[in-house]
C-alpha cells in the first residue's frame, strides 16, 4: 500500500508541472501576436486590422492594399523550407535534416492562401516568422533551393521575420 501512496502526489506534481507550462506558453504567444499587432498597427497607421486567432492571421484593409498576415510560430534556431504553396514546414534539427525526415507542417497555409480580398484593392500576403528563423529555403526543383531574402516573393507570399516587418511595410507603403 506504501508504494501507491507515492503515485497521487507524483501526479500532481506533473499535472502542475504540465499547467504552468501550457500557461507560459499561451502567454509567449500572446506577447508575440502582441509585438506583431503592434508593428503592423504603428507602420499601416491608416489601416483597420483584425486578429483571428483561430488561424493565427491578421487582416488589414488600408487604401492602397488589403493585407493578409500569416503568424508562423517557429522554435528558436530552426528554419522554415517552403517547398511549394502550400507545402511550408519547419525544420527543428537543421544539421540532421534529410528528404526523408518527416514534416512538421505550418498549419491554415491552404486557408491563408485561399483567402480573397474583400474590396477592388491589390492583396498583399505576407507570412511572418515569429521568434525568428535560421533560414527561409525555398525548393526550386527537386534539386535545387534558395534562400528566401526579406523582400522576396515565394509562391505570392512575402516571407519575413519579425524584425524585418516594420521596414518592410514602411518600404511598401511608400510605394
Not at 34 to 61: A, G, P, R
Not at 71 to 84: A, H, K, R
Amino acid at each position: 500500500m506504501n508504494e501507491l501512496q507515492w503515485i497521487v502526489p507524483i501526479i500532481g506534481i506533473l499535472f502542475s508541472a504540465f499547467s504552468i507550462f501550457l500557461f507560459l506558453f499561451r502567454l509567449q504567444r500572446k506577447k508575440q501576436v502582441q509585438v506583431i499587432m503592434s508593428i503592423i498597427t504603428q507602420e499601416l497607421i491608416d489601416c483597420s486590422c483584425t486578429y483571428f486567432s483561430n488561424t493565427h492571421t491578421i487582416s488589414c484593409i488600408s487604401d492602397k492594399y488589403e493585407y493578409s498576415f500569416k503568424m508562423v510560430f517557429m522554435p528558436s534556431g530552426s528554419e522554415l523550407i517552403i517547398t511549394n504553396e502550400t507545402y511550408w514546414c519547419i525544420n527543428t534539427n537543421l544539421s540532421g535534416w534529410k528528404r526523408s525526415t518527416k514534416p512538421d507542417l505550418v498549419d491554415g497555409v491552404t486557408t491563408f492562401l485561399a483567402k480573397k480580398p474583400s474590396r477592388q484593392i491589390p492583396m498583399k500576403r505576407i507570412a511572418i516568422l515569429t521568434p525568428s528563423a535560421h533560414n527561409i529555403t525555398r525548393y526550386l526543383n527537386e534539386s535545387d533551393v534558395e534562400i528566401v531574402k526579406p523582400g522576396d516573393i515565394a509562391y505570392g507570399v512575402y516571407f519575413l521575420r519579425v524584425q524585418d516587418l516594420a521596414d518592410f511595410l514602411a518600404k511598401l507603403e511608400r510605394k
